[in-house]
């Protein structure tokens, strides 16, 4: 998957967030997005998702030689996010495979593998509204980096996890990020020390103007 940005903006009634940002972001590649809480970081992952249309410029996603319209880049993104809600009714055999109906998972892997590579064996019937935050980020850091899509997007990814849930995000990128585009958002680290690449947000902020 390939993302290419031309010179896109995003404006909240007269405020930009973020604009004139011409970039590209390359298949295989690794990307951090950084900058300070509420510079617009999260929102422009969102644009990168096709969930966000931006309010000026031009996003193109290209699959291979397949262009991609917005609306359908949702069916080749994993996104992980502090924002972004599981099913808490479910339990976790249940959330699990209430998202393989919509997103495969890498190398087969079934509900036991994915609930292995969490260590919740004693967890499988608990619905997640039971979980502790931490539990609750480390299913959803699962859920994104073992699907089998060729887009990858983490915000914040370390959010609520402890020392040990580091390390475990650390290991569960290296193992199953492979040649995949990934982005990375966040202002801290050791989220995103394996990321090649570096967007300062902050480079793209302009002052408060109708123009």
């Not at 972004?84 to 892997?109: A, M, Q, S, T």
């Not at 969490?118 to 959803?140: A, D, E, N, V």
């Not at 982005?183 to 050791?190: G, K, P, T, Y």
Request: glycine share 6%.
């Amino acid at each position: 998957m390939d993302i290419v940005l031309s010179e896109v903006g995003k404006r909240y009634r007269y405020e930009w967030i973020f604009r004139e940002l011409s970039y590209t972001f390359s298949s295989g590649e690794r990307y951090a997005i950084l900058g300070p809480n509420g510079a617009g970081k999260s929102t422009l992952m969102k644009i990168l998702s096709g969930h966000l249309s931006p309010s000026k410029g031009q996003i193109q996603f290209q699959n291979g030689t397949q262009s991609l319209e917005s609306d359908l880049v949702y069916r080749q993104v994993s996104y992980a996010a502090p924002y972004i809600d599981l099913i808490e009714e479910l339990n976790l055999e249940e959330v699990i495979r209430f998202h393989r109906r919509f997103k495969p998972f890498l190398n087969n892997l079934q509900t036991d593998d994915l609930i292995e590579l969490l260590g919740f064996q004693k967890s499988r019937q608990k619905p997640i509204q039971f979980f502790s935050s931490g539990m609750k980020q480390r299913l959803k850091l699962v859920l994104a980096i073992c699907s089998d899509t060729p887009l990858l997007l983490l915000d914040e990814p370390t959010s609520n996890l402890d020392r040990q849930g580091f390390a475990w995000y650390h290991e569960l990128v290296e193992q199953f990020a492979g040649n995949r585009l990934l982005i990375v958002a966040s202002n801290e680290e050791w989220d995103y020390q394996f990321c090649n690449h570096h967007l300062q947000i902050m480079d793209y902020k302009k002052k408060k103007g109708k123009s």
